[in-house]
């Protein structure tokens, strides 16, 4: 849970009159006696944040040496082996093909150029990228066998961005917004992706959204394709074309 500074103000105060209210009794009306156990408890209270503490290793605000934290419990490294991936890196070079710190709306997909992912066969995720990957990991340790097991945690943890699709022939698709596409890769990589007891997943699709795709039937849920004869349907949807695939498997 996540305060305001208002609501920590008001948690703060709370607290400290309470720690007052525990002086004996000819010391408790007294106004300094409070103000010196109030003093204290605010101190130890670091203004609040200790509060915080609940949210450190709230996996969608953390970034940096927390998230490499978060990475390490659930067993999942901001390095991936062999991943080959194309890379643009911040630089101070002004032209066309450079990505710069004083450029207005700039790609938020630059990173810093480091050993790991300029020399080496690792490549470093970025905070949001690593982010996605952990949650993978997060789904590999703690899914069961069951299509509705996998369907509910990747709606938990990943919304609307994944949608898996059941073919009816013992194979499942599993459909991705590109916006996970670097994090998708690596996923790959490590063996993520997991499918029912029995049953495999042929291919892998990338699409900007996995809810928006244009098809001519209709089913009664979310994951409805967008049909052409539906009324009022959203002008904004995908096709599915052989560019779509990422992933083919004979699993």
Do not use: W
Request: charged share 20%; aromatic share 12%.
């Amino acid at each position: 849970m996540s305060y305001t500074d208002e609501e920590l103000k008001q948690l703060v105060e709370e607290v400290a009159t309470n720690y007052a209210d525990l002086l004996i009794l000819q010391y408790r009306g007294c106004p300094k006696a409070r103000a010196t156990i109030k003093m204290f408890v605010e101190e130890l209270l670091c203004d609040g944040l200790i509060f915080q503490y609940e949210n450190v290793l709230d996996i969608n605000t953390s970034f940096g040496f927390i998230l490499d934290l978060i990475g390490k419990i659930v067993g999942c490294s901001r390095y991936v082996q062999g991943l080959t991936l194309t890379r643009d890196y911040f630089t101070f070079h002004n032209d066309n093909k450079t990505i710069g710190y004083s450029k207005i709306n700039s790609p938020a997909s630059g990173s810093f150029k480091t050993i790991y992912n300029s020399l080496l066969s690792k490549y470093e995720l970025n905070n949001t990228d690593y982010r996605q990957l952990i949650k993978f990991k997060i789904l590999v340790n703690s899914l069961r066998a069951s299509q509705k097991d996998i369907d509910d945690a990747i709606y938990t943890l990943f919304g609307n961005d994944i949608v898996l699709r059941n073919n009816f022939d013992l194979t499942i698709t599993y459909i991705v917004a590109n916006k996970l596409l670097v994090s998708l890769q690596a996923a790959l990589k490590l063996k993520y992706f997991r499918a029912p007891c029995g049953v495999g997943f042929e291919y892998i699709l990338v699409v900007p959204e996995p809810t928006k795709i244009y098809g001519f039937k209709r089913i009664n849920s979310y994951k409805s394709p967008i049909g052409f004869s539906r009324v009022n349907a959203p002008k904004q949807a995908s096709f599915l074309r052989v560019s779509n695939i990422v992933n083919i498997n004979t699993v």
